[in-house]
């Protein structure tokens, strides 16, 4: 057990165990992980101030690693992710205040609104990525492959239509992406993520990637590295907020760090053998198993503290979810390597599995 | 093909790499009241700029071992290929 704060112990081997879950769930989707991490370091004891703190501190070198790796792929709008991450940093000192001032309230009104917040944004985020999974279930059952369907052109929806649409100066040309739309709209965006990152901890990925898909209008792969600038970006900004307040535990940020990035590169080969929409099936499960451990921990502040089994619930809960995710991860990817060796692999895996030669080139 | 001592010194540069981050984690858990006493002496600003390099630091080094854990299981499958066909 080590003090994360003051009066605050934790086991330091449950941390490394769930930051190595959290690595192999993040590289496997392709996000950062805050929206478990945060939950996770409040369910277990860490005031949220400190947890949102430590886990900045932990993703912000994750993100960098990510970012490292991807540079030679060239799938990276420059100019987006600048004016996005302008509108980040803006955004993410509004938030690093906010928990500031409600800090400095008493009671536990900071651990309240961070939990609520992130109910909200991920019941949110988590209905619409399952309407998006059962539409392409539906698309592939109907012989259409949406993987290849997304990779090779634009996904054109009504709101970026009319975004794009939006003649407000400076209505800016964004050669790479091959579309226009104004500055201000991109500013914006990465403001309203950048409130989502300094508040609640979180890299923001999946709320900018699907915004840079669904309401500018970028394609598929460019908005993956543009993502991954923008939250490297966002992320360097929130963590230096936050540790100029004190807020970051660096020797748990490091440990964590150590398991979380192994589980990140694990994760991250795993998707070479799977198709995109079994990684959205992963990204909606996990989402939506995130948002349990943290409804049972704000039903126990909001209950006084009195009802201990709720924080006891939420603590195996928030085990739960991450073991989940995991499970389902492993089951994928050892009957991916049964379907690439040319065993049998059960009817419902199949459309999940990677073509054969696509694995083998990867 | 490159010999097994370049793949050793590889392998033991990524190892070097995460032993250092491993260290930087011990130090910072066990001396943690020595690290706060010596920080709480510091500007905020400087005490965002520490943490931002040490992260960033720990995030460098370990990008640079699993770039080197990458090319010694390249180089080691490259080699073990090159003398299948060298035995056939």
Not at chain 1, 22 to 34: D, H, N, R
Not at chain 1, 94 to 100: A, E, F, M, P, S
Not at chain 1, 247 to 268: D, H, K, P, R
Not at chain 2, 71 to 85: C, F, L, M, T
Request: charged fraction near 15%.
């Amino acid at each position: 057990m080590v003090e994360v704060a003051t009066g605050v112990f934790a086991n330091l081997y449950l941390l490394a165990g769930l930051g190595l879950g959290v690595g192999l769930i993040a590289g496997f989707v392709g996000v950062s992980g805050g929206y478990l991490l945060t939950p996770i370091l409040i369910v277990l004891g860490f005031p949220a101030p400190i947890a949102v703190g430590t886990a900045l501190a932990l993703m912000t070198p994750n993100n960098l690693i990510a970012v490292i790796r991807h540079r030679e792929l060239g799938h990276l709008d420059l100019k987006m992710a600048l004016i996005m991450a302008a509108g980040t940093i803006g955004g993410a000192e509004i938030g690093v205040r906010l928990l500031d001032a409600l800090q400095a309230d008493k009671g536990q009104l900071a651990d309240v609104l961070v939990l609520g917040a992130l109910i909200v944004t991920l019941t949110g985020v988590g209905i619409s990525m399952i309407n998006e999974v059962r539409h392409s279930s539906a698309m592939l059952r109907d012989g259409c492959d949406s993987d290849s369907a997304a990779a090779e052109g634009e996904i054109t929806t009504s709101a970026c239509s009319f975004l794009q649409g939006l003649c407000v100066f400076p209505h800016m040309r964004f050669t790479k992406s091959k579309l226009r739309i104004s500055g201000w709209i991109v500013l914006l965006i990465g403001a309203l993520i950048g409130v989502l990152s300094g508040f609640l901890g979180v890299g923001g990925g999946f709320v900018r990637c699907p915004a840079l898909i669904y309401l500018i209008g970028q394609p598929s792969m460019m908005a993956v590295g543009t993502n991954l600038l923008g939250s490297f970006i966002g992320l360097t900004f929130s963590c230096f907020r936050h540790a100029m307040l004190g807020n970051v535990n660096l020797g748990i940020a490091l440990v964590m760090l150590l398991t979380t990035s192994v589980g990140t590169q694990i994760g991250a080969s795993g998707t070479e053998y799977v198709r995109g929409l079994a990684v959205r099936y992963v990204l909606a499960a996990s989402v939506i198993a995130a948002i349990f451990g943290p409804a049972l921990k704000l039903a126990w502040f909001l209950t006084g503290q009195e009802v201990t089994w709720l924080n006891d619930a939420a603590k195996i809960v928030t085990v739960a979810q991450i073991a989940v995710p995991v499970g389902s991860i492993i089951v994928l990817l050892v009957l991916a390597a049964r379907h690439f060796r040319g065993a049998d692999v059960p009817g419902w895996a199949r459309p999940l599995m990677a073509r054969r030669e696509h694995a083998a080139a990867g | 093909m490159r010999s097994s001592s370049g793949i050793f010194v590889m392998a033991t540069e990524a190892l070097a790499a995460v032993l250092t981050v491993a260290i930087m984690a011990w130090y910072l858990i066990a001396r943690r009241a020595e690290y706060a006493q010596r920080v709480e002496r510091l500007d905020e600003t400087m005490v965002g700029l520490l943490t931002l390099t040490i992260v960033l630091l720990a995030g460098l080094l370990l990008a640079f071992a699993f770039a080197r854990a990458e090319d010694v299981i390249d180089q080691w499958r490259e080699n073990r290929s090159a003398r299948q066909e060298q035995g056939e």
